[in-house]
């Protein structure tokens, strides 16, 4: 085999190493919609982890893209597989006790009263603008294998 021809069997490798890599640890994700506000806004740009959640590290707190519904969406994870979750009186509770949530306005109200408990491989997911957000309240829990990805960071 010829230099030439190794040189471009590398360099091919290396760029399938490159986009591999890319869509795996920092996928770019475009926010379509005002469910996540005062957070994330339309237009706005985050980068998701696929191999997060390709690995099942995803914890309460984490904002995913997953697919809810034939939609793909970003929203926050409130709990996880064997938590239980009672929504009352516009409170959140998660397992027994009041969620604490600093990412949400002062004195958001989260409607729509439910009492469930996560199954295997079940996530809850909210949007942080609770008023303007279709999510788990809505329709239903998202399995392990709808999420795509868990955002990294914002740009």
């Known amino acids: 085999m010829s230099k030439r021809a190794k040189a471009n069997i590398i360099f091919i490798l290396e ?11 920092a996928y770019p994700y475009k926010v379509e919609g005002s469910s996540m506000e005062d957070n994330y806004f339309t237009g706005d740009r985050v980068f998701i982890s696929h191999f997060a959640a390709w690995c099942g590290d995803i914890d309460r707190g984490d904002v995913i893209v997953c697919d809810l519904a034939d939609m ?4 926050r ?33 989260t409607g729509r009263n439910i009492s469930l408990v996560m199954g295997s491989g079940e996530y809850f997911v909210m949007g942080d ?14 399995k392990k294998s709808g999420i795509r990805g868990k955002v990294i960071f914002k740009i």
């Not at 760029?15 to 640890?25: I, R, S």
């Not at 603008?129 to 998202?142: I, P, T």
């Open 77 to 109: 994870v409130i709990a996880i597989p064997g938590d239980s979750i009672e929504i009352s009186d516009g409170k959140v509770m998660l397992n027994g006790v009041p969620l604490d949530e600093p990412y949400l306005a002062k004195d958001t109200y």
């Open 72 to 75: 793909r969406v970003i929203k």
């Open 129 to 142: 603008n609770r008023g303007a957000s279709r999510d788990s309240r809505h329709e239903g829990c998202v």
């Open 15 to 25: 760029a399938a190493a490159m986009v591999f890599m890319l869509y795996a640890f």
